[in-house]
């Protein structure tokens, strides 16, 4: 069964101090792994797609690598307003179907 | 481009009523999502349709809740009768085949 599992649930960071996010994953055939942000009261918030092991993609202070069975998303020197539950997906041979972790609520604090 | 369009934000009813929320996706996307997201918890697929028809409704319950899209574009998913259960955030999102998923702001529900 196709299954992300996040790690941690819940992470405690102090402004400037860098640390990553997992994502760990089993899935048939995989066509595309995706992380969204997610602020209080809102909708997810597409960041990135990785198609491949081995591909990675940036934005500002996020930065997520893809492996064969996991992702990694860093977060170089953090802000506060970087505070937000991170989601992760897949989407496997039915590249039209998604499956969600439970995702990581990150805490920057100044 | 605009984004997701859903309507109400916040609803509030009393159990054994019932609700109706509403959805209106990125123009183009033949496909629309609706996930049903409790506190703490990543987005769970209740229903996907393909243009108007559904693609998968197999975690949707069926004996409370319903959902349609009309001429391939709006959609309304309806709770009717609503339990305690029910309260989560009901989130609309839609994507072009092969590409991620866009979400809307989605509806608060809280059920009494």
């Known amino acids: 069964e196709d299954q992300v599992t996040q790690s941690p649930e819940a992470l405690r960071l102090q402004e400037g101090e860098s640390s990553s996010l997992n994502c760990s994953y089993t899935v048939s055939g995989l066509r595309g792994l995706f992380w969204y942000r997610q602020d209080p009261g809102k909708g997810p918030e597409f960041l990135f797609t990785l198609y491949s092991a081995g591909e990675e993609k940036e934005k500002e202070r996020l930065k997520a690598t893809l492996t064969k069975k996991e992702s990694f998303l860093h977060i170089t020197a953090p802000k506060p307003e970087d505070s937000a539950t991170y989601l992760c997906a897949v989407a496997g041979n039915n590249f039209n179907k998604f499956y969600f972790g439970s995702g990581t609520k990150l805490n920057v604090k100044p | 481009e605009a984004g997701v369009a859903q309507s109400p934000r916040y609803k509030i009813i009393e159990k054994r009523q019932s609700v109706a929320f509403w959805c209106n996706p990125i123009s183009g996307h033949a496909t629309l999502y609706w996930y049903q997201q409790i506190l703490g918890q990543g987005p769970k697929l209740l229903i996907q349709f393909q243009n108007n028809g559904v693609v998968d409704d197999s975690q949707l319950p069926k004996d409370r809740f319903s959902a349609e899209r009309l001429k391939g574009v709006d959609s309304t998913l309806k709770i009717q009768p609503a339990k305690l259960e029910d309260s989560a955030v009901y989130l609309c999102?839609?994507?072009?085949?092969?590409?991620?998923?866009?979400f809307g702001p989605g509806t608060r529900l809280t059920v009494l």
């Open positions: 999102a839609s994507s072009l085949e092969g590409r991620p998923l866009f």
